[in-house]
């Protein structure tokens, strides 16, 4: 007997660190942009399984002129392109171009991002996983009342080895392949 996929369940996934290589130089273009072993057929598992995929990442290299939007746009055009030709799907993308000063609400660790999302779909996000790599990251999955999940990519080793009691009991995974699995399992 074969299992029906749910449909239309939300995961919300950070980018950088999580879906492709970080880079303390910032990644610039979409020649820098380099998707993370696994990740592309992560995100192509998940559509499968019936999951609606979000991204909220905060893009402070538009505000501190390192790149420009046009860049970022060939740079998510990759990202979809790569995702469809492994049966995925990235349905929204929420971008913070703020630097860290700047006092926007929708830079992690604020919710602002996420709440974009909630607001797209017009959905609670209650116990919806948001997948990500740093204390920002699930700071801000909990301001908005989703699930905070760290993968050990990208900055994810160094923020698992520091993590603050009141995260102590979230998920954890050694990247977004094996988030996948776990979450197209259950």
């Known amino acids: 007997m074969s299992r029906t996929a749910p449909v239309?369940?939300?995961i919300i996934?950070?980018?950088?660190g999580v879906i492709n290589e970080d880079s303390a130089e910032y990644v610039k273009d979409a020649e820098e942009w380099l998707p993370i072993a696994g990740s592309?057929?992560?995100?192509?598992?998940?559509?499968?399984?019936g999951y609606r995929i979000a991204v909220a990442t905060n893009q402070s290299g538009l505000a501190r002129g390192f790149y420009d939007e046009d860049a970022l746009q060939r740079m998510h055009d990759k990202l979809r392109a790569l995702s469809s030709a492994a049966g995925g799907s990235i349905d929204f993308i929420a971008v913070c171009p703020h630097g860290p000063n700047d006092g926007c609400d929708c830079r992690k660790p604020a919710p602002g991002?996420?709440?974009?999302?909630a607001d797209y779909w017009q959905e609670d996000l209650s116990g919806?996983?948001?997948i990500g790599d740093t204390l920002r990251d699930l700071e801000a999955a909990a301001a908005a009342?989703?699930?905070?999940v760290l993968v050990r990519t990208g900055n994810g080793a160094d923020t698992e080895r520091a993590l603050p009691e009141r995260?102590?009991?979230?998920?954890?995974?050694?990247?977004?392949?094996?988030a996948a699995a776990h979450f197209t399992a259950t």
């Open 13 to 16: 996934l950070d980018r950088d």
């Open 167 to 178: 995260f102590h009991n979230i998920d954890v995974f050694d990247d977004l392949a094996a």
């Open 8 to 10: 239309n369940r939300l």
């Open 128 to 130: 919806v996983p948001f």
């Open 113 to 117: 991002l996420l709440t974009q999302i």
């Open 40 to 49: 592309i057929e992560a995100i192509g598992a998940l559509t499968r399984a």
């Open 145 to 148: 009342g989703a699930k905070p």
